[in-house]
Nanobody, 115 residues
């Protein structure tokens, strides 16, 4: 089973930026989809952005124009560049790998947007 490790979270002021990374323990080139989710306290986990093996990328409406998903198969890593952060972006951010017969999740990284 692939292991996923997220990093890059932290405390940032409104309007600031963070770049999250998700490193996989093995090749992600065969993953049908790699995605970022987030879960705020008291709320359900929601998908933020995802990228398919064919290169299609989708974003939640709440982050369009502010977040950028990228996938580096050579480094077995996906990224989430987050700009113009808002307090409502505060959440634990999780990485998900969707392989043909397996789905894996990372442990998450905390992102807090506060002045």
């Amino acid at each position: 089973q692939v292991q996923l490790v997220e990093s890059g979270g932290g405390l940032v002021q409104p309007g600031g930026s963070l770049r999250l990374s998700c490193a996989a323990s093995r090749s992600i080139s065969s993953a049908n989809v790699m995605a970022w989710y987030r879960q705020a306290p008291g709320k359900e986990r929601e998908e933020v952005a995802g990228g398919t093996r064919s290169g299609y990328i989708n974003y939640a409406d709440s982050v369009k124009g502010r977040f950028t998903f990228s996938r580096d198969n050579a480094r077995n890593t996906v990224y989430l560049q987050m700009n113009s952060l808002k307090p409502e972006d505060t959440a634990v951010y999780f990485c998900k790998a969707g392989f043909p017969l397996q789905e894996s999740w990372g442990q998450g990284t905390q992102v807090t947007v506060s002045s």
